[in-house]
């Protein structure tokens, strides 16, 4: 394995304008915090024992049907009040079973997010296959005139998809810098790593990233799948 | 695969650097967007009181935790046996001799986990004094490799117009991966030419074996049939 590369910490850093804001600085100590706050909550709800660590973890859950509201009225409401109340239950119940891999990297409503939004997707594209055979959706209708709103979420919402791609730690640290508005010090702090290894796979990751988009799509086939062709401009 | 892994594949920084760095920081712009649009969102949510759902979480973890052995963790629980229209109503005794029944099925299953295979087995009494068959379950011939779909099929000898059927598949520890929309037909496939391939298909798709129930809802009636079936693969 490739020792990392370690770059010239005298050179300024344009992804880091804030390093030495102290509001910043404040926002993301309260920010770091929660994360701990957090992950002692969800540690503490897998233990059977401590039924109320259990039931304060269910209140914050209650963020997963509010999530899956907000992104169904970007999706022009496709889903119907009685599915959304059905994939919550399915959201919850899966982020709940997966709690355990909660790392206290973010915000619990950070993390269940992702449930989310790819359980949200999953069930839109449900529906619109059933509304195709149906005949009551137009062949070769897309997200991106039904749902623009939501097919730039899709676009966008790629580039951390194809992050799990690239694996630890320089997605964590890409994640972190950027969905966590976290200083390279603190990067290094949270992951165990020197701020200047965080840099690097930063900047691994970032390069890995853009060569990754810089590739010919795999397939054009598919029209709902805009976000598997997604790439920065 | 680790980052330095790929990044030895990438063998960066090579010769055009200058313009890698500028388009690299397109990228970091377009993350930049994408936090935005995020928190945007979360922030929409916590202001929203009255989405579908929100004061039913408790529950829905308290049933889980029911299925689990895990009894203890939420105070209150409701049942999720829907009326039709949406309603909902109390488990009523036929309900939990069904639920008797269907975890002695369960049970059943586990013991003989290939009984499924046989056409003729275990007609389970069905909404209306019917007979409901479990047959077949779980198709797919093909090598896991291919893309291939996975068929559910089960027989009712009493459907009619208006019964709806909904499948419910399960991982081998109960964890629910799909659910299907309402059906009238007594099938439904799964895969990805046909119905709504999930997240984690690539995942699921692999494993040997699955726990599968089908609802059936007839007039005011609900039943539910449970099973577990092993992935046939040629």
């Keep these: 394995m490739a020792e990392p590369i370690e770059p010239d910490s005298s050179e300024p850093d344009p992804s880091e304008p804030h390093e030495i804001d102290p509001v910043r600085s404040d926002v993301s100590v309260e920010r770091r915090a929660r994360h701990a706050q957090d992950f ?9 024992s401590d039924t109320a660590a259990g039931e304060r973890l269910a209140q914050r859950l209650e963020c997963v049907p509010r999530i899956l509201a907000a992104l169904n009225r970007r999706g022009g409401g496709m889903l119907s009040n009685e599915d959304l109340r059905d994939l919550g239950q399915d959201t919850v119940i899966r982020i709940w ?10 915000t619990l409503e950070t993390w269940s997010y992702r449930f989310c939004f790819l359980e949200y997707l999953n069930r839109v594209r449900s529906h619109r296959r059933q509304r195709s055979r149906e005949g009551r959706l137009a062949e ?48 290094g702090g949270a992951l165990d790593l020197s701020p200047n290894t965080a840099k690097t796979h930063y900047y691994r990751g970032i390069d890995w990233l853009r060569r990754h988009y810089r590739q010919p799509p795999r397939s054009s086939g598919d029209s709902e799948s805009r976000g598997q062709e997604a790439r920065p401009r | 695969m680790t980052s330095e892994d790929r990044w030895g594949e990438t063998s960066m920084p090579d010769e055009d650097e200058g313009n890698d760095r500028e388009e690299g920081m397109d990228v970091a712009k377009e993350l930049d967007r994408l936090a935005a649009l995020r928190e945007e969102i ?3 949510a916590d202001r929203d009181r009255d989405a579908p759902g929100v004061g039913e979480v408790g529950t829905w973890i308290r049933q889980q935790g029911d299925q689990d052995g895990d009894d203890a963790r939420v105070a209150s629980a409701e049942p999720k046996w829907r009326a039709p229209g949406g309603g909902r109503r109390a488990w009523s005794s036929r309900h939990y001799a069904l639920a008797a ?11 003989r986990p290939l009984w499924w295979a046989d056409p003729t087995s275990r007609p389970e009494p069905g909404p209306g004094g019917s007979e409901i068959l479990l047959s077949g379950a779980i198709q797919q011939e093909a090598p896991v490799e291919t893309d291939v779909a996975i068929e559910f099929r089960w027989h009712d000898s009493e459907s009619g117009p208006g019964d709806r059927y909904r499948v419910t598949v399960r991982s081998e520890t109960g964890e629910k991966l799909q659910v299907s929309p309402d059906l009238e037909e007594a099938s439904w496939i799964i895969g990805p030419d046909g119905w709504s391939p999930p997240p984690t298909w690539e995942e699921w798709r692999a494993a040997p074996e699955y726990l599968w129930e089908v609802s059936v809802q007839r007039g005011d009636a609900a039943w539910i049939l449970a099973g577990r079936a092993r992935v046939r693969r040629s």
Excluded: M
Excluded at chain 1, 40 to 48: C, F, G, N
Excluded at chain 1, 142 to 153: H, T, Y
Excluded at chain 2, 101 to 111: D, F, M, N, P
């Design chain 1, 40 to 48: 002692a909550l969800v540690r503490a709800s897998l233990d059977r």
């Design chain 1, 97 to 106: 079973n997966k709690r355990g891999e909660f790392k206290g990297l973010s």
């Design chain 1, 140 to 187: 070769g209708s897309d997200f991106g005139v039904d749902a623009p709103d939501l097919a730039r979420l899709l676009d966008l919402e790629q580039l951390d998809v194809t992050l799990d791609e690239l694996g630890p730690p320089a997605s964590e640290v890409v994640r972190l810098k950027h969905f966590e508005h976290l200083t390279f010090n603190e990067i």
């Design chain 2, 42 to 44: 979360l922030a929409e």
């Design chain 2, 101 to 111: 029944a269907v975890l002695v099925v369960v049970v059943l299953a586990a013991t």
